[in-house]
């Protein structure tokens, strides 16, 4: 890992939640349910120096934004008035919630906390996240993940993934787990010849599929020119996923269900997959993703992001084996400023802190009620 900057020291005052629901502009189908709306929590942390740190939650549904704002406020009363590193403030919240468990929307409210403490750490400093753990602001790979998911209309599924190269993206996700291989043949076949053999087309089960299954549809997806593999079996089968990975020619990627960096190391050294790719508020936070970035690049493994693209910008470009950034548009309507695409890449923004800046109209207007 690059070198960390020196930071200031912040004393929490507050921290404060909001509960919003955004509407997706693209449906995004699994094989498990379609996503239409995004609940999201958006986050402040206070302190007393005046300098705000904003991150946001995802709590795929929307009874889970109360209990995470309950859980902030448990925060709020743990940390109020300390100075203290973000790995002496996880520790500290790890050490209270030890009896119900770093789990869950547990781990969330914590993630959503650090993210925030980290940002606000930067702004003080006046410098870029990125640039204040050691990196140096560049653009980063990017693929498009917005929308594609299952649906019987191929003609319109084709058109979508034609939309979704707007920005110059060079990559795209496509959910697969139709009830039939052919069915998912078939899709991949409909994007596919849309959008040409030069771009990216990453495909996800969402956990769809045994293992069986998997080698099955695995095998037939080897000849098909696909990216990676994600997520084909239930997330925990560590010992399934390492099959797969041994016998299917198509990389396997999976990561965005690690609870923290400990189930991560469990993980790679059971040589799960190809590739990885941690989630922002399971991992840990920004001191979650920096202890699992050191242990991608102990097994020489390439790291990609889960969601949250505009603070996952920062630590791709502090990650010694950055790969690729999964960019949703979910939280754009509620920024200053979005996340910025340029030929493929996210542009890591020059600004202090992460960048994120709400538009105080926009969260009033999706403001769950």
């Known amino acids: 890992m690059p070198k960390q900057a020196s930071i200031p020291s912040l004393n929490v005052r507050a921290v404060r939640g909001t509960p919003v629901e955004v509407p997706l ?27 705000t740190g904003r991150s946001y939650v995802f ?12 859980l902030l406020g448990e925060v709020e009363r743990l940390t109020k008035g300390e100075v203290l590193t973000p790995s002496e403030l996880w520790a500290k919240l790890a050490r209270r919630f030890t009896l119900i468990g770093v789990q869950g929307i547990v781990r969330m409210a914590m993630a959503g906390f650090d993210v925030a403490y980290w940002d606000a750490l930067a702004v003080a400093s006046g410098v870029p996240l990125a640039t204040l753990l ?64 030069d771009v990216g087309l990453m495909v996800d089960y969402n956990q769809a599929l045994n293992v069986d299954e998997a080698l099955a549809r ?8 696909i990216y990676w593999l994600e997520e084909p079996i239930r997330h925990d089968d560590y ?15 999976i990561g965005e269900n690690f609870s923290l960096p400990a189930a991560m190391t469990v993980a790679l050294e059971q040589r799960v ?5 941690p989630d922002l508020e399971r991992i840990g936070g920004v001191t979650g993703w920096r202890q699992a ?46 996340l910025a695409i340029v030929d493929g890449h996210a542009v890591v923004p020059p600004r202090p802190g992460n960048g994120m800046v709400w538009d105080k109209t926009a969260v009033d207007h999706y403001r769950m009620r």
């Open 25 to 51: 502009n693209f449906i995004l189908g699994t094989s498990a349910d379609a996503i239409r709306v995004a609940p999201l929590v958006l986050i402040d942390v206070e302190t007393e120096e005046g300098v």
């Open 59 to 70: 709590c795929y549904l929307r009874a889970a934004a109360p209990a995470i704002m309950s």
């Open 134 to 197: 050691g990196a140096k602001p560049r653009p980063i790979p990017a693929y498009n993940s917005c929308g594609l998911g299952l649906t019987a209309d191929l003609g319109g599924l084709a058109g979508e993934a034609e939309k979704l190269l707007q920005g110059g993206f060079r990559g795209i996700k496509l959910r697969l787990g139709y009830p039939t291989l052919q069915a998912d043949i078939a899709a991949v076949h409909a994007v596919r010849k849309r959008i040409g053999d």
């Open 218 to 225: 695995g095998r037939t997806l080897d000849a098909e020119n």
């Open 239 to 253: 010992a399934g996923a390492a099959r797969l990975a041994r016998e299917l020619k198509v990389p396997i990627q």
């Open 273 to 277: 997959s190809d590739y990885v790719m």
């Open 293 to 338: 970035a050191e242990i991608a690049q102990s097994h020489g493994i390439k790291m990609s992001s889960h969601l949250f693209p505009e603070v996952s910008a920062h630590l791709l470009a502090a990650t010694p084996t950055c790969h690729y950034l999964e960019y949703v548009d979910w939280a754009n309507v509620l920024l200053e400023e979005p």
